[in-house]
């Protein structure tokens, strides 16, 4: 019987590693959606409530210029009467690994307490900020805070903790798509072996797995088990090549 080898000296395998991608899920202030906000006082006559302007959008000076913002006039409530808030939602709700950052300030004569504080559906107090700065000193430059959710979340709640009025200059809540790989081409130079052929092998065929070289990649073969000095192949009738088993990437060539 006739049989046919392949024989390999080197086999370059280069894997194409994806940079980590995010999605913004809240963008202020390029965007409003996703943010609704909610001022609602008890009514002065019957049951109910009145709408107010104590939770809106406004201006504020940041080094003399007038900044869009989410002003906060109030403290947070979330009371079935009386409610001061931004509530923040997404199609699917927020993820644990969910990334906040949030800019903000306050513009008084006078040092204030003006933080914002994060709520999940259940009234948990997730976050609070620490103090923003009082940007009525003109040199001033709001700094972000960041903080990352360590639990899902349906819904966040966000409002003023604090007494004075507080303002968002920038929110974002970013989530990671894909995994934190190198960036770029890497190649893998496959060797007899390096996939695991040994002098001492005869000239039977072994399956050899869990083999990796220079990427994230993760290979197995079926190969000669005894040729050291180059990668011995069936190729016919037979099981006998090298897969990518965990590629850590995309596959892009093998030359």
């Known amino acids: 019987m006739k049989k046919l080898f392949t024989f390999l000296t080197l086999a370059l395998f280069s894997i194409v590693v994806n940079a980590q991608e995010t999605t913004k899920l809240i963008d202020y202030p390029t965007t409003k959606d996703g943010i609704t906000l909610v001022s609602l006082k008890p009514a002065t006559e019957g049951e109910g409530t009145t709408e107010t302007t104590d939770v809106s959008y406004s201006t504020v000076k940041v080094k003399n210029v007038s900044t869009d913002c989410i002003k906060f006039g109030?403290?947070?409530k979330m009371d079935d009467n009386e409610k001061y808030y931004a509530e923040l939602s997404v199609e699917g709700g927020f993820k644990s690994g969910d990334v906040i950052s949030i800019t903000g300030c306050y513009n008084n004569a006078s040092e204030k307490n003006a933080a914002i504080a994060f709520y999940d559906q259940n009234k948990t107090?997730?976050?609070t900020t620490n103090n923003f700065l009082n940007t009525n000193d003109t040199s001033v430059e709001p700094t972000a805070q960041t903080f990352t959710l360590t639990a899902d979340a349906e819904k966040l709640f966000i409002g003023r903790s604090g007494n004075t009025g507080t303002c968002i200059l920038e929110l974002t809540i970013t989530r990671a798509e894909?995994?934190?790989?190198?960036?770029?081409t890497v190649t893998d130079v496959l060797t007899s072996v390096g996939l695991g052929a040994t002098a001492t092998g005869g000239n039977s065929y072994a399956d050899f797995t869990g083999k990796t070289f220079t990427s994230n990649a993760v290979y197995a073969a079926n190969m000669s088990a005894g040729n050291v000095d180059a990668i011995q192949l069936r190729s016919n009738n037979s099981n006998s090549g090298i897969v990518s088993t965990t590629s850590g990437g995309k596959l892009?060539?093998?030359?």
């Not at 894909?178 to 770029?184: A, H, K, N, Q, S």
């Open 74 to 76: 109030k403290s947070i």
């Open 125 to 127: 107090n997730l976050w």
């Open 178 to 184: 894909t995994p934190t790989p190198p960036v770029g």
């Open 252 to 255: 892009k060539k093998v030359s």
